[in-house]
């Protein structure tokens, strides 16, 4: 599968920005799917994960209220919809696919977990 993030701009601090990821080559049905983000000089992180049926969510706890993740398996497609935006959320932004099926913080929250990745987006957030 590949997968193409896009959606990412500059935003003023309190903004809004929806991130995409389409995949192609096969379905995601059938993924745990997640948002990972990298900010400049900092390792990756977690951001938000979703069960492949869409029934499960989780986020990294800065994020949780002004993000959410959602899917769309018919469009094989992922979105992060970002909202009150702050700085510290600026970062490159890479959407992944998940190989382990079981719903457990410790598989959706590793990047090690992923077996695909997008290109990442960057989010930049002005004070």
């Known amino acids: 599968v590949q997968l193409q993030a896009s959606g990412g701009g500059l935003v003023q601090a309190g903004g809004s920005l929806r991130l995409s990821c389409a995949a192609s080559g096969r379905t995601i049905s059938t993924y745990t799917m997640g948002w990972f983000r990298q900010a400049a000089g900092k390792e990756r992180e977690f951001v938000a994960a979703?069960?492949?049926?869409?029934?499960?969510?989780a986020y990294l706890d800065s994020v949780k209220g002004r993000f959410t993740i959602s899917r769309d398996n018919a469009e094989n497609a992922v979105y992060l919809q970002m909202s009150s935006l702050k700085p510290e959320d600026t970062a490159v932004y890479y959407c992944?696919?998940?190989?382990?099926?079981?719903?457990?913080?410790?598989?959706?929250?590793?990047?090690?977990?992923?077996?695909?990745w997008g290109q990442g987006t960057q989010v930049t957030v002005s004070s």
């Open positions: 992944a696919s998940n190989t382990r099926t079981t719903w457990r913080y410790s598989y959706y929250s590793s990047a090690a977990s992923c077996s695909r």
């Open positions: 979703i069960s492949f049926r869409g029934g499960d969510t």
